[in-house]
């Protein structure tokens, strides 16, 4: 499962950031498109952060509109559902397209809280 590894790699990255900082990971702001359903990216984030520091903090997802536009013209947001792999076809000419977005995730923010209760954030 392509998604799995991709919020493995996240949820390493960010465990990384919370160690250099020394403290506790309070709220983690992720970003994603309609191709990456944030159920999705909420199942594997809480199976890749099981047993971390990252495991209690509060997780906010953003889900962004992932737009296409065929070269017939026509204007679709694409959604996992619709995807074969990374390919998209169109709803209106059936042209395929290479999705390079299919699996985008990006932290956008984390807010820790460090030994002496002060809270910082990063983004």
């Known amino acids: 499962m392509h998604e799995s590894a991709v919020v493995g790699a996240l949820v390493r990255d960010v465990r990384k950031m919370v160690a250099d900082q020394g403290a506790a990971a309070r709220l983690i702001r992720l970003r994603t498109t309609t191709a990456f359903p944030e159920e999705t990216v ?11 520091p990252l495991e209690p903090a509060r ?14 013209g026509h204007r679709m947001v694409v959604h ?3 995807l074969t792999g990374h390919l998209h076809f169109c709803a209106a000419c059936n042209s395929p397209a290479h999705i390079e977005e299919a699996h985008r995730l990006e932290c ?4 820790f809280e460090l030994p002496e209760g002060k809270t910082v954030g990063y983004s």
């Open 42 to 52: 909420r199942t594997l984030f809480a199976m890749h952060s099981a047993g971390t």
């Open 59 to 72: 997780l906010e997802v953003e889900v962004e509109p992932l737009e296409r536009t065929c070269v017939c």
């Open 80 to 82: 996992k559902a619709d």
């Open 108 to 111: 956008r923010a984390i807010e």
